[in-house]
């Protein structure tokens, strides 16, 4: 059952208020109708008990003992033809005088036993139709046998005026459901305003604008805005916890690995090459493993602390002239072009690494010219930064090779090989990616990119 419910809670209420705004409606509305139709009914019973009674105040009877009307009835139906009013005047079922409105149609006599001044009600078939017959027996002077009086009404016309009120009922019925729903969906939107709000306020924490939740909802959402509030405050001292532990993990390590260092060139110079090559090697791998493992850690803890952005242009104009310093001996020319609405949603400091290295990659191979522009893919909300070089750039089948750990396609540029890999993860641990191709300079072109922040 629950599968075929919407996810949304908004819509539940909304077809819940429907629902039982519709059983409501249409109860009452069957309830009205009832209650009119019996209303409407002993109505009309008591209009042709008047008419009875008139009826019998106007019939005089001739010498030879034929009863007359010294005058028509007050209400013109009983004259009109199809009106569906008629009265009827007889004796021992025989027809003696009727009312115009059906002076070529014979109407039915009811022969059911009736007392004298007695009146009853009765419903006959009339051809095709039904109506409703009021009759008393009445025993005039000069008359002889008592005279059978009744009069009439068609059950079409009592339908008519039902059919009538049903149809007003119905569309304001229908006026009043359309009201209540839209009145229950715009309560149901006042209600649910501060669940909006909160993930407005949450997108907000994520987005880098604000640290928490502020303070100031309904009495029924404080209590979660203050667990939400809480568990943000223990997640980022966890993550400061975690970061710090990772560095002390790596200054922890960085003795012991300089001691084995220290003890490989040791054996080296008492001649002992082949197992100096092998302890120097092993070491550099575990120090290479470790830098890679401790980036990784720290993006990925900066990557779970709300509130995080980095702009783009100081940090890359901070790099450049690092860059044209430690490479002033190439007489780079290196050109930044960043859009100032480049903030990117990640921590400055992984940020200011991932560029590091593409733009250190860039120098260091590149022969005259490195290029460094930044711009919005406002359609993808990220952030967009290209590094180009006129270096050599890479074979196409070496593209994805330089993102393993340790690979260096060139042993006799100083290097780690753990640049590009820790670009990459860093990347994607923040929800964006790297790629390489071949640059319009001739030389490599590199293309980062970050989800926006904001």
């Known amino acids: 059952m629950s599968t075929l419910l919407p996810k949304s809670l908004r819509a539940r209420l909304v077809i819940g208020a429907l629902v039982w705004i519709t059983v409501g409606v249409s109860a009452a509305g069957v309830f009205i109708s009832a209650l009119f139709a019996q209303h409407a009914t002993a109505l009309i019973d008591s209009e042709m008990i008047g008419h009875l009674e008139e009826l019998a105040s106007l019939i005089d009877v001739r010498p030879e003992g034929t009863p007359q009307l010294y005058r ?4 013109p139906r009983f004259s009109l033809v199809g009106s569906g009013y008629s009265w009827q005047v007889s004796r021992n079922g025989m027809e003696l005088i009727k009312s115009t409105s059906v002076s070529t149609t014979d109407v039915p006599i009811p022969d059911d036993p009736l007392a004298l001044y007695e009146t009853l009600r009765l419903v006959m078939q009339n051809g095709s ?8 027996l009445l025993l005039l002077e000069g008359a002889g046998e008592p005279l059978r009086l009744q009069v009439n009404v068609d059950s079409s016309v009592v339908d008519a005026v039902l059919r009538t009120f049903n149809i007003s009922l119905v569309v304001s019925l229908v006026l009043l459901a359309t009201a209540l729903i839209g009145a229950a969906a715009l309560q149901v939107a006042f209600g649910l305003q501060p669940m909006s709000r909160l993930r407005r306020a949450l997108a907000a924490i994520g987005s880098g604008k604000v640290g928490k939740l502020p303070q100031d909802f309904p009495t029924e959402v404080q209590p979660l805005v203050d667990d939400l509030n809480n568990l943000i405050e223990i997640n980022a001292k966890m993550i400061l916890r975690a970061r710090a532990q990772a560095g002390n993990l790596a200054h922890a390590l960085k003795t012991p690995l300089a001691v084995l260092t220290d003890e490989a060139y040791r054996l080296e110079g008492r001649g002992e090459s082949e197992t100096a090559a092998v302890i120097l090697q092993q070491s550099q791998r575990m120090q290479r493993e470790i830098d890679y493992q401790i980036a ?4 990925a803890a900066s990557r779970s602390v709300p509130g995080v952005f980095a702009p783009v242009a100081p940090t890359v104009s901070s790099i450049v002239g690092a860059m044209k310093r430690l490479y002033a001996a190439k007489n780079l020319r290196v050109s930044e072009g960043i859009d100032d609405r480049c903030v990117a949603l990640c921590d400055p400091m992984d940020l200011n690494e991932m560029l590091a290295n593409l733009v250190d990659n860039a120098c260091k191979w590149g022969s005259e010219t490195v290029c460094v522009h930044g711009h919005l893919d406002e359609d993808a909300k990220q952030i967009v930064i290209v590094v180009e070089d ?5 074979p196409a089948e070496s593209m994805d090779v330089v993102f393993q750990v340790g690979e260096r396609l060139d042993e006799q540029v100083p290097g780690s090989g753990l640049g590009l890999p820790i670009v990459r993860d860093l990347a994607r641990l923040y929800g964006g990616e790297i790629q390489l191709e071949k640059s319009a300079e001739g030389g490599l072109k590199a293309t980062l990119r970050l989800p926006l922040a904001g």
Do not use: Y
């Not at 039904?130 to 008393?136: A, F, G, L, R, Y």
């Not at 006129?390 to 890479?394: A, K, Q």
């Open 72 to 75: 028509p009835l007050s209400d």
């Open 129 to 136: 139709q039904t109506m409703i017959v009021h009759e008393s």
């Open 296 to 299: 990784r850690a720290r993006a």
């Open 390 to 394: 006129d270096g050599p750039g890479l």
